[in-house]
C-alpha cells in the first residue's frame, strides 16, 4: 500500500463543473502540497496545507488531520485546468516528499 | 527572486553510458532533493543535498550519486544507464527544516 493515496486515477469533466480530488495519506506529516503539473513535466504549486482550509481564486484545499485526509476542489471548472494533480505530503521524520499517483483532470468545453 | 532551473531539459543517451543533470536553487533555499518520475507515475525521492552532502537516499542504487555546489546548486549523476532509467527528473529546493518547495521543470532523459 502506497504511503500516499489518490483518487480518481483518471477524471473527465464538462466545463463549469465542480470537481473534487481526494488524498488520503498513512505517514505522519509537517505539510501536505496540492501540485499541478502540465504536459510539459514542470510542477507548480498550488497549495501547502498543514490544517484547515485555503483558498485561491476557483480552487480550494481542505485537510483533516486526524483522519489523515485531504481534498483538492475546483469550482466551476474550465478546460485550461486540465493537468495532473498530484498530492505529496512532507513527512515528520525528514524533509523529504512523498507523492500520490496524480490524477489527471481533463475538462472538456 | 529566481526560480529553480534544470538543464538540459531534454536527453537521449545510450544504454551504459553516463548522464550529468543540473539543477538551480532558488535564492534563500538551502536544499535541493532529486526525483524521477516514470511515465503515469507519481516522482519518487532519489536523494536529497544539505551543505554540500547527502541528507537522505531513496531507494535508488549508487549509480546515482550527486553533489552540491558552495552556491547551492546541484547536479544529479547516473552512471551505466539501463533503459528503465528513461524517465522525466525533478529537481525542487527548499530551506533545511521548512516545508516549501520550489519545482524545476524538469529534465526528460530518454535511454536507448
Known amino acids: 500500500k502506497n504511503e500516499v493515496e489518490q483518487s480518481p486515477q483518471n477524471l473527465t469533466a464538462q466545463e463549469g463543473e465542480f470537481i473534487t480530488i481526494n488524498c488520503s495519506y498513512s505517514?505522519?506529516?509537517?505539510?501536505l502540497h496540492w501540485l499541478q503539473q502540465h504536459p510539459g513535466g514542470g510542477i507548480v504549486s498550488l497549495f501547502m496545507l498543514s490544517s484547515g482550509k485555503k483558498k485561491h481564486g476557483r480552487l480550494i484545499a481542505t485537510i483533516n488531520i486526524q483522519e489523515k485526509h485531504s481534498s483538492l476542489h475546483i469550482t466551476a471548472s474550465h478546460p485550461r485546468d486540465s493537468a495532473v494533480y498530484i498530492c505529496a505530503v512532507a513527512e515528520t521524520s525528514g524533509s523529504r516528499l512523498t507523492f500520490g499517483e496524480g490524477t489527471q483532470l481533463t475538462v472538456n468545453p | 527572486e529566481t526560480g529553480v532551473t534544470q538543464s538540459p531539459t531534454h536527453l537521449i543517451k545510450t544504454r551504459g553510458q553516463q548522464v550529468t543533470l543540473r539543477c538551480s536553487s532558488q535564492s534563500g533555499h538551502n536544499t535541493v532533493s532529486w526525483y524521477q518520475q516514470a511515465l503515469g507515475q507519481g516522482p519518487q525521492f532519489i536523494f536529497q543535498y544539505y551543505r554540500e552532502e547527502e541528507n537522505g537516499r531513496g531507494n535508488f542504487p549508487p549509480r546515482f550519486s550527486g553533489l552540491q555546489f558552495p552556491n547551492y546548486s546541484s547536479e544529479l549523476n547516473v552512471n551505466a544507464l539501463e533503459l528503465d532509467d528513461s524517465a522525466l527528473y525533478l529537481c525542487a529546493s527548499s530551506l533545511i527544516g521548512g516545508s516549501g518547495y520550489t519545482f524545476g521543470s524538469g529534465t526528460r532523459l530518454t535511454v536507448v
Open positions: 505517514v505522519g506529516i509537517s505539510a
